[in-house]
């Protein structure tokens, strides 16, 4: 399954450091997604975009901030991230239909990421 | 608000065991419901999905039919296979079109 593709894989990083989680959709969807997945709880919703705005913002802290150039690409950036917020990060898109329709997601592979 | 609650893992089964994982659902109006499957170490892969009320999704030999006089969506299998092991995980949509997941049943398969 390539339709939804994220890089890295895997991220070790420093509480001081600046990355960024990259994902790229191949399916022509319109809407991208971000989600945390930590051990023992359930995934949770981080930001949504549509058509290349940001229509959610799940009161997600500062130090995640999310960026989407176009309806392909959605990228995270991360800085002076907590140990707490080492997680699986999973990206999805969806082709939305309207207000009505079933808004099926498709989920990216997800970025491992561990903060020392 | 909306909500999915799944029975609780682990569940662990010989190869070619029935397998039936259950799912109830509160939700105002007329929710889209889904299975999904995570295999270690990958993201989350659609399984199935049913769209209205008494909907069977079906795909790999998995089954769920949308009740809504029961608020369910058990996801059953005939005969399962070691490559079955996996986390499952239940979710609906909803009128605002958000996904709620359950918590995600941890499935063994042994050999």
């Known amino acids: 399954e390539t339709g939804v593709t994220q890089t890295p894989r895997h991220l070790v990083m420093g509480m001081t450091n600046k990355k960024s989680l990259k994902c790229e959709q191949h399916?022509?969807?319109?809407?991208m997604y971000w989600y945390k997945q930590s051990a023992k709880k359930p995934l949770e919703l981080m930001f949504v975009?549509?058509?290349?705005?940001?229509?959610e913002n799940n009161s997600v802290p500062s130090r995640f901030s999310p960026e989407c150039p176009n309806s392909s690409h959605l990228f995270l950036h991360l800085h002076t991230l907590q140990p707490e917020d080492s997680a699986l990060y999973l990206c999805?898109?969806?082709?939305?239909?309207?207000?009505?329709?079933?808004?099926?997601?498709?989920f990216g592979p997800g970025t491992r990421l561990t903060v020392l | 608000g909306d909500s999915v609650t799944q029975m609780e893992g682990p569940v662990t089964l010989s190869e070619e065991a029935f397998l039936t994982i259950n799912c109830t659902y509160t939700?105002?109006?007329?929710?889209?419901l889904f299975w999904y499957v995570q295999y270690p170490g990958e993201g989350l892969q659609l399984l199935l999905k049913?769209?209205?009320?008494?909907d069977k999704g079906s795909n790999k030999g998995f089954e769920a039919t949308y009740r809504k006089e029961t608020t369910s969506f058990h996801l059953e299998k005939g005969s399962v296979q070691v490559s079955d092991s996996a986390v499952y995980f239940c979710?609906?949509?909803?009128?605002?079109?958000?996904?709620?997941f359950g918590q995600g049943t941890r499935l063994t398969i042994n050999p």
């Open positions: 999805a898109s969806s082709l939305k239909t309207g207000p009505y329709g079933t808004d099926t997601q498709y």
């Open positions: 399916l022509g969807h319109n809407a």
């Open positions: 975009y549509s058509l290349e705005e940001r229509v």
């Open positions: 939700a105002t109006g007329y929710p889209s």
């Open positions: 049913a769209t209205k009320a008494d």
């Open positions: 979710a609906l949509q909803g009128g605002a079109q958000k996904l709620v």
